[in-house]
């Protein structure tokens, strides 16, 4: 009679292993995690993007700083797959960051994010090299999802020119 005890407990184990892994899976699929540098002068907009970062499991905050020249002083040392940056920063603007960074030795992919979502500022944004550009009224909507997309496109290499888009069409 002994086995009898063994082969129920045997089974507890298994299906707990297995509840264990498959509910793994579902909340974290297999890819790898993001990491994240936040550029942004309002401390409280930091903290709530932090907040909302870590609760994905798939993407990870590995630094924040209040201005353009910190991160660029950071990026290089935390090798970031994706900075998000805002355009309105004391001293250097975002934008302009963002140049400096995509035509140094990053692979940083930048996703600008402002509160001026007009199309000039895309525009200026895209020249400079972004990956892509989220207006901070939609960050509960986009930012996610274009934080993977941009990620899940890989490094794209540094802009050869500063023009319009249209420039290199014909």
Do not use: W
């Not at 509910?23 to 932090?50: C, F, M």
């Not at 907040?51 to 630094?63: N, Q, S």
Request: net charge negative.
């Amino acid at each position: 009679g002994g086995s009898k005890r063994k082969a129920p407990a045997m089974r507890q184990a298994t299906v707990a292993r297995y509840r264990r892994s498959t509910s793994d899976a579902i909340q974290a699929p297999e890819r790898d995690v993001i990491t994240v540098l936040l550029v942004d002068d309002q401390p409280q907009l930091l903290r709530g993007l932090e907040m909302l970062l870590a609760l994905e499991g798939d993407v990870r905050v590995v630094g924040t700083s209040g201005s353009a020249e910190d991160a660029l002083d950071l990026a290089p040392r935390l090798r970031p797959d994706i900075v998000l940056m805002d355009v309105q920063l004391p001293g250097m603007d975002g934008i302009n960051a963002t140049r400096r960074l995509r035509c140094g030795a990053s692979a940083s992919q930048v996703i600008v994010l402002t509160l001026y979502d007009d199309p000039a500022t895309r525009r200026r944004a895209l020249q400079a090299g972004a990956a892509a550009f989220v207006a901070k009224h939609d960050i509960e909507g986009s930012l996610l999802a274009t934080i993977r997309e941009v990620a899940a496109d890989g490094p794209t290499s540094p802009p050869d020119r500063v023009g319009a888009p249209d420039e290199t069409a014909g």
